[in-house]
């Protein structure tokens, strides 16, 4: 991944979010195995971000919003995040309720999990994914820009405790 995009995330969920999880971990953002073991654990969600950085919405979404603390503080507390480069990350194995997939597989997965039904989606592609120990995981996403109020709304509203 790019590293100016990973020093970016990294100031903006930390020392701008100032959170007490923030603090704690000197990086919040896990890989996919890692945070869907440590949601079903701490029965969180998983906070799944997909960007490029290519993107000129996916940047304006971390220069901007990640930046707040208000933003960085309800990821923090009540997701485990994740995020991935479309580019860069694409062929990388991730496991999935048993599968090895690719971390393009596993994103097509879960937009056929959400109900997904349009011909293509627009960056940048976040998941909500609740993990449930039987049957199918509960995944709710939105692709493309959202602005502020509504990319609040929509990590707000997906939390767990808060349907």
Not at 33 to 61: G, M, P, W
Request: with cysteine; proline share 4%; hydrophobic share 40%.
């Amino acid at each position: 991944m790019n590293r100016f995009w990973m020093a970016s995330l990294f100031l903006a969920l930390t020392v701008l979010g100032g959170t007490r999880a923030a603090a704690q971990d000197e990086n919040p953002w896990k890989s996919w195995d890692e945070a869907y073991a440590l949601a079903r654990q701490h029965d969180r969600n998983v906070f799944y971000f997909i960007f490029s950085t290519k993107c000129s919405s996916c940047k304006k979404v971390f220069t901007e919003h990640f930046a707040r603390p208000e933003v960085s503080a309800l990821v923090l507390n009540y997701y485990v995040p994740v995020m991935a480069e479309v580019d860069d990350e694409k062929d990388r194995i991730v496991h999935y309720k048993g599968e090895s997939l690719t971390q393009d597989s596993l994103q097509k997965k879960l937009l056929q999990l959400a109900n997904f039904t349009e011909p293509g989606y627009k960056l940048p592609l976040l998941f909500i994914v609740e993990p449930r120990e039987a049957g199918t995981d509960r995944v709710v996403y939105s692709h493309g820009y959202l602005e502020l109020n509504d990319l609040m709304a929509f990590i707000d509203k997906n939390r767990r405790g808060n349907r």
